[in-house]
Protein backbone atom coordinates (compact mmCIF):
# COMPACT_ATOMS: atom_id res chain seq x y z
CA UNK A 1 0.00 0.00 0.00
CA UNK A 2 1.19 3.48 -0.65
CA UNK A 3 1.97 5.86 2.11
CA UNK A 4 -1.65 7.10 3.90
CA UNK A 5 -4.61 5.42 4.79
CA UNK A 6 -7.48 4.00 3.02
CA UNK A 7 -11.04 5.88 3.28
CA UNK A 8 -14.35 4.39 3.47
CA UNK A 9 -14.57 4.61 -0.19
CA UNK A 10 -11.13 3.02 -0.53
CA UNK A 11 -9.21 5.68 -1.84
CA UNK A 12 -5.63 6.29 -0.30
CA UNK A 13 -5.49 9.54 1.27
CA UNK A 14 -1.80 10.46 1.09
CA UNK A 15 0.01 13.29 4.39
CA UNK A 16 1.42 16.35 3.07
CA UNK A 17 5.11 15.20 3.30
CA UNK A 18 6.70 16.82 6.94
CA UNK A 19 4.51 14.34 8.75
CA UNK A 20 6.08 14.02 12.60
CA UNK A 21 6.70 11.05 14.58
CA UNK A 22 6.86 11.14 18.52
CA UNK A 23 8.04 8.21 20.48
CA UNK A 24 7.53 8.28 24.33
CA UNK A 25 9.05 5.14 26.13
CA UNK A 26 6.91 4.10 28.99
CA UNK A 27 8.69 4.17 31.88
CA UNK A 28 8.28 2.90 35.69
CA UNK A 29 10.65 5.05 38.27
CA UNK A 30 11.06 4.01 41.62
CA UNK A 31 12.62 7.21 43.33
CA UNK A 32 14.56 6.35 47.05
CA UNK A 33 16.77 8.10 49.25
CA UNK A 34 19.33 10.67 48.19
CA UNK A 35 17.99 11.41 45.12
CA UNK A 36 18.69 7.47 43.64
CA UNK A 37 15.98 6.08 41.19
CA UNK A 38 15.69 2.98 39.42
CA UNK A 39 13.48 3.15 35.89
CA UNK A 40 12.02 -0.09 33.89
CA UNK A 41 10.52 0.12 31.11
CA UNK A 42 6.28 -0.67 31.68
CA UNK A 43 4.54 -2.71 29.38
CA UNK A 44 5.49 -5.26 26.27
CA UNK A 45 4.97 -2.60 23.90
CA UNK A 46 6.31 0.25 25.74
CA UNK A 47 7.49 2.75 23.26
CA UNK A 48 4.49 5.23 22.06
CA UNK A 49 4.21 6.20 19.30
CA UNK A 50 1.91 9.46 17.65
CA UNK A 51 2.06 10.86 14.16
CA UNK A 52 1.22 14.24 13.55
CA UNK A 53 -0.26 14.36 9.77
CA UNK A 54 -1.28 17.36 7.91
CA UNK A 55 -3.71 17.29 4.72
CA UNK A 56 -3.19 21.08 3.27
CA UNK A 57 -4.87 22.88 0.43
CA UNK A 58 -6.94 20.13 -0.42
CA UNK A 59 -10.52 20.22 -2.58
CA UNK A 60 -13.15 20.73 -0.32
CA UNK A 61 -14.45 16.92 -1.46
CA UNK A 62 -11.13 15.47 -0.25
CA UNK A 63 -11.13 17.15 3.21
CA UNK A 64 -14.97 16.32 3.61
CA UNK A 65 -13.99 12.49 2.61
CA UNK A 66 -11.16 12.50 5.26
CA UNK A 67 -13.54 14.12 7.30
CA UNK A 68 -16.32 11.29 7.16
CA UNK A 69 -13.90 8.29 7.92
CA UNK A 70 -12.51 10.19 10.93
CA UNK A 71 -16.13 10.94 12.04
CA UNK A 72 -16.96 6.91 11.48
CA UNK A 73 -14.46 5.99 13.56
CA UNK A 74 -14.97 8.36 16.43
CA UNK A 75 -11.70 8.80 17.67
CA UNK A 76 -12.26 4.70 18.87
CA UNK A 77 -11.99 2.69 15.83
CA UNK A 78 -8.72 1.92 14.64
CA UNK A 79 -7.69 1.52 11.23
CA UNK A 80 -4.55 1.00 9.09
CA UNK A 81 -1.84 3.62 8.25
CA UNK A 82 1.49 3.16 6.05
CA UNK A 83 4.44 5.45 6.89
CA UNK A 84 7.94 5.38 5.18
CA UNK A 85 10.74 4.41 7.13
CA UNK A 86 14.68 3.59 6.39
CA UNK A 87 15.36 1.19 9.10
CA UNK A 88 15.33 3.89 11.46
CA UNK A 89 15.03 1.22 13.96
CA UNK A 90 10.81 1.41 13.97
CA UNK A 91 11.28 -2.21 12.92
CA UNK A 92 14.31 -4.45 12.45
CA UNK A 93 13.59 -5.28 8.87
CA UNK A 94 15.76 -2.81 6.78
CA UNK A 95 15.14 -3.76 3.26
CA UNK A 96 11.61 -2.33 3.52
CA UNK A 97 11.00 1.49 2.74
CA UNK A 98 7.40 1.23 4.21
CA UNK A 99 5.50 -0.21 7.97
CA UNK A 100 2.18 -0.03 7.81
CA UNK A 101 0.58 -0.15 11.67
CA UNK A 102 -2.33 0.01 13.57
CA UNK A 103 -3.58 3.69 14.35
CA UNK A 104 -6.86 5.57 16.06
CA UNK A 105 -7.31 9.17 15.48
CA UNK A 106 -8.21 11.21 18.97
CA UNK A 107 -8.42 14.15 17.62
CA UNK A 108 -8.58 16.29 13.95
CA UNK A 109 -9.10 20.07 13.06
CA UNK A 110 -10.06 21.45 10.23
CA UNK A 111 -8.93 24.87 8.39
CA UNK A 112 -11.25 26.75 6.08
CA UNK A 113 -8.23 28.13 4.12
CA UNK A 114 -9.51 29.86 0.95
CA UNK A 115 -12.53 29.57 -1.57
CA UNK A 116 -13.21 25.71 -1.93
CA UNK A 117 -10.16 24.80 -0.64
CA UNK A 118 -9.33 23.65 2.93
CA UNK A 119 -6.73 21.62 5.50
CA UNK A 120 -6.74 19.40 8.03
CA UNK A 121 -4.40 17.84 10.57
CA UNK A 122 -4.72 15.42 13.02
CA UNK A 123 -2.98 13.14 15.42
CA UNK A 124 -2.59 9.16 14.98
CA UNK A 125 -1.75 7.17 18.14
CA UNK A 126 -0.45 3.81 17.12
CA UNK A 127 -1.98 0.97 18.55
CA UNK A 128 -1.12 -2.62 19.29
CA UNK A 129 -3.66 -4.81 18.41
CA UNK A 130 -4.93 -7.78 15.53
CA UNK A 131 -7.08 -6.61 12.60
CA UNK A 132 -10.23 -8.43 13.52
CA UNK A 133 -10.00 -9.82 10.31
Known amino acids: MAVGFEDLNG ?4 PDKGMTLATT ?8 GDGYSQRTSFGI ?12 DRTKAEI ?20 PFKG ?10 ELTIRVYCPSWQ ?10 LSATFERVYESTGQ
Do not use: C
Not at 11 to 14: G, L
Not at 64 to 83: H, M, P, Q, R, Y
Open 110 to 119: QTFSYDDFYS
Open 25 to 32: PKVRIANF
Open 45 to 56: NSLAQSFNVTFN
Open 64 to 83: DAIVSFLNEKEGVESFDFTF
Open 11 to 14: TVRV
Open 88 to 97: DGVVSNEDET
